[in-house]
């Protein structure tokens, strides 16, 4: 019989007298002292003679349990499960939702569940045998459940099988044990599209948060399949409120989807903004090797600039240099490079000696503007320099990680 609940401690530590007589000898003698002894013996037979070395000491470690440390024997559950299995002298009888009886002790039952031990005493007494019915889950259910409280062993086909019922029987009768187990269970792997529904109901009906989150989570990952199942449809005519929320937060996940993916997008565009700001004053302080007259050609030797953003900055520069219109309202490229320019100026903390063209002439421009216009900058500097922060300490925490 299969019994994976069954603690292998049993098969791998000594018997309790045995481990206190070991720790005691360990502690009182010395190694140093017992190997001579050990040795003598050896060298009196024969001094060529390969014997192979003794094994080392026990660890003192093992005298060392921790507090509340157990195992219960193979044989012990064995006993357990063979009690419940032949019903010897059993004085309950479980009648199930199809007429059939599972025979159990009324001391087992009322120890392992107080639920069940209530019910036990309310129970009337026929020629010496106390009847019970637990309806509305099948025959197999109750006899895994019951199995379970009288040894913890189980089949986990039959677990598999009848988990959904075992939950409900876990929580009916206060069995934390065989709760935790179950929750466990869906919560690794046993989770379908075609169950979650249900499951997500009995985890709300038994008080299991988690089960009941991560349900949750896996409708709004998969709505689209989940909403066309079996389970969807009898929840939606049983329970239009529980439909209600999950398309609540099906629809509230989508909009924060957007939100992030939106915000993204925008801290793009910042970043690319401060990075046009970077190569700006790059090109007009330092003077960029890339960027030049038309038929500048870039030596052997000379490498390309380490400035990302002069790149795309070298058609817009050359346009506005040649552009005949050169009017903020006119032309199109014109017009983003007269934005460029005056977002530099009220970057800028040094327009008397920068080098950028027109930054001191646009620090002046803006004492005439209109409020709604310098707010709109102000909102436009703060991101972009909000962008620069964020990349700058993202930066050195990975820096610092390597």
């Not at 609940?5 to 045995?18: G, M, N, R, T, Y």
């Not at 059939?100 to 209530?118: D, K, T």
Request: contains cysteine.
């Amino acid at each position: 019989m299969a019994s994976p609940a069954i603690d292998s401690a049993w098969l791998s530590s000594p018997s309790e007298p045995f481990c206190k007589s070991l720790n005691a000898y360990v502690e009182e003698a010395n190694p140093a002292d017992i190997l001579p002894v050990l040795e003598a013996p050896m060298s009196s037979v024969s001094v060529n003679s390969n014997f192979p070395k003794p094994p080392p000491f026990p660890s003192k470690i093992y005298s060392k349990r921790p507090l509340g440390y157990s195992f219960v024997p193979k044989e012990t559950k064995d006993t357990w499960d063979k009690l419940f299995k032949e019903g010897y002298d059993a004085d309950v009888c479980v009648i199930t939702e199809d007429g059939s009886y599972v025979l159990a002790h009324s001391n087992v039952l009322s120890i392992a569940s107080p639920v069940l031990g209530n019910v036990l005493k309310l129970s009337k007494v026929k020629h010496g045998m106390r009847y019970i019915k637990i309806p509305g889950v099948p025959h197999g259910s109750v006899s895994v459940f019951i199995r379970f409280l009288y040894s913890s062993c189980y089949e986990m086909e039959e677990v598999q099988k009848f988990v959904l019922h075992l939950l409900v029987l876990s929580h009916s009768f206060s069995v934390p044990a065989l709760k935790r187990f179950c929750i466990c269970l869906l919560e690794q792997g046993w989770l379908t599209r075609e169950n979650v529904i249900d499951v997500l109901e009995l985890a709300r009906s038994c008080d299991a948060p988690r089960l009941a989150f991560i349900c949750v989570r896996m409708v709004v990952k998969d709505f689209k399949s989940i909403s066309s199942t079996e389970g969807w449809k009898v929840m939606k005519r049983a329970n239009p409120a529980l439909e209600q929320e999950l398309v609540e937060s099906v629809v509230e996940a989508d909009t924060r989807k957007q939100d992030r993916q939106r915000k993204m997008e925008e801290k793009k565009v910042y970043l690319q903004l401060y990075e046009a700001m970077e190569a700006l004053l790059h090109i007009c302080k330092d003077g960029c090797r890339t960027i030049g007259p038309r038929d500048k050609v870039l030596k052997g030797n000379q490498v390309t600039c380490n400035f990302p953003a002069c790149k795309g900055l070298e058609a817009l520069v050359r346009h506005f240099s040649n552009c005949k219109t050169r009017v903020p309202g006119g032309c199109v490229h014109c017009k983003r490079m007269w934005q460029l320019l005056e977002l530099h100026s009220r970057m800028c903390n040094e327009p008397d000696s920068c080098k950028v063209p027109l930054c001191r002439h646009f620090k002046e421009k803006m004492q005439q503007q209109s409020k709604k216009d310098e707010t709109k900058w102000k909102l436009l500097v703060s991101k972009v320099v909000a962008a620069k922060n964020a990349v700058g300490s993202f930066s050195s925490q990975r820096s610092g990680f390597l």
